[in-house]
């Protein structure tokens, strides 16, 4: 039994991404419950951003605030509300406590606005990181986001301490830990250690490899180039500064290679240990239990799912004006790393097969760069405008950064194709009320998990990838790239070969490329992954018409199979198989 787990994280309040789907999972079950009795999530908030707070205390997000001096709320012991409001007044910040509900389970949830803090608290905090771990904060100190996280440090803690009793964080025979949800959590976790090293654990939760996932993005050659050259190098005992070159310039580097002397370490895939070992010697050295992000497993029947795929088609309907036979969907942030021009690359391959066959199809792309999404008036007004999502414009907060380029890639492929229509949302939820006028009555998130006949996910970084494999307890067919993470958990549970899942390999290079040495890895460009997607694209098209159900028995097995599989990597497995056992050897 553990008596406390601190969760650090920036999505503490506000489910934003994959943390928070992570937070979710793990803390919605009963195994963590019963082995875990007491949770806190401490994290930072900004009380003047409106969507935030819109969505903090949204009915959905289940959060009960307990304590906001600011707003004359002070439902908590009295000695703990003296405690907290002395911590506000010496570290000039403000401090928001409540509690959140995860599945049936409720926990405790600590945030601070640390905009104002003291400068004080925060040079000594700095150095403290020089001294200790050389982490050298005057390199960094233009960047916002860096210093965001590490002024919330001090005041967190403290603020934290006054929270627990001395005889959690100091007498029981578990000692608590703080388990750091990526570098964001870090500088919580380096503070505690600071005050009291002998009372506390640190573990840091790699969600993904920070150093990476730039490297992968910022050159054309992606995760072709990338993983290649890792893997040659790995054989050649070389490590990432000596094949990349110093990274100490990116300040995520620098609090990466801090967490090597955490007491405990853990990764979200198998792709990512590999990723930490090439980081340094430091990490190459330790141990590190892969801990999966388990996948949702809920059973629905086959006439569930045929009711959400005609909530589809009816969608279909009032957009394009035809009844698709087939509808498709990608789930994602709209970030590079999602590679979402693949999707096209495949859609082009099945337009011309699907339109031989008499067959059509809708991709419902559900994406945004703003993770809150847009006001739902603004939506609403939209669509009456000019026809929203059929059509964007970028001078009025509709398009925003990478969306256009996955606009203009639709726009083209629209205007050409026979069989497929593509449509970009660019809206957070998927719901009547979100989407406009044209979304059916009663259409909600779920009916487009439980209604696509194929979610895509060939993204060129993928640390795990969750939502790509959502639906697969649905019945849907998983179209992910080979560098997935949850493609290592899959084959943990030895079901690669099942119909339900579709990899694309961009990776493993065509016998033209074999031989090559680490130097010409490395000089794989823009022309060679082209090469790659353009080949690998017209397998993935073959392999997704094979798979698909063209009949009541064939999708009745894939339901089964798919759920069957979810069951083998659900959230509760996570827990007792993977996250306990794990930080029981750091405790």
Sequence with gaps: MFDLLVHATHEAGVKLGGIGAVLDGLLGQPAYTQSVRRSILVGPFNPDDSLEM?????PRNRFTPRYSAHDGLYAVPDDLARALTQVEAGYRVRLLYGTRKFGEQEHEVLLVDARNVTAQATNDFKFHLWERYGVDSYRYQQYSEYNHYLRAAEPSFAALRALVADGEASETSVPPIILAHEWLGLPLAFCAKRHEPARWR?????????TVRPL?????????RFYNSMFAARDYGLYLADVFGDQYGFFKHALLMAAAQCDGLLAVGDLVVDELKFLAGAFARRDIPVVYNGVPSARISFGERWRSKQLLQAYARNLFGFTPDWVFSHVTRLVLSKALWRDVRVMEQLDRRLAARGETALLITLSSSVPAGRRSA?????ESEYDWPLRHRGDNGDLIDLEWDYYRAVEQFNAHAQAIRIVLINQFGFSRDRCGARMP???EFDDLRFGTDVEFGQSIYEPFG??????????ALCCVSNVCGGVGFIGKAG???????????????????QGIGLRQM???????RNYMESTESVNVAQRILECLPRDERSATALLEHGFALCQQMSWERVVVDQLLPALHSVS
């Design 466 to 475: 969750i939502g790509q494999l959502e639906p697969l307890a649905s019945g």
């Design 54 to 58: 819109e969505r903090l205390y949204a």
């Design 495 to 513: 079901s690669l070969a099942l119909p339900n899942l579709v990899l694309a390999d961009y990776v493993s290079l065509p016998r033209r490329f």
């Design 378 to 382: 603004d939506v609403w007004r939209w």
């Design 202 to 210: 640190s573990v840091f939760y790699a969600h993904e490899t920070a």
């Design 522 to 528: 490395l000089s794989l460009g823009q022309w060679e």
């Design 216 to 224: 992968v993005e910022g050159h054309p050659g992606h995760d072709t």
């Design 441 to 443: 009555e009663g259409m």
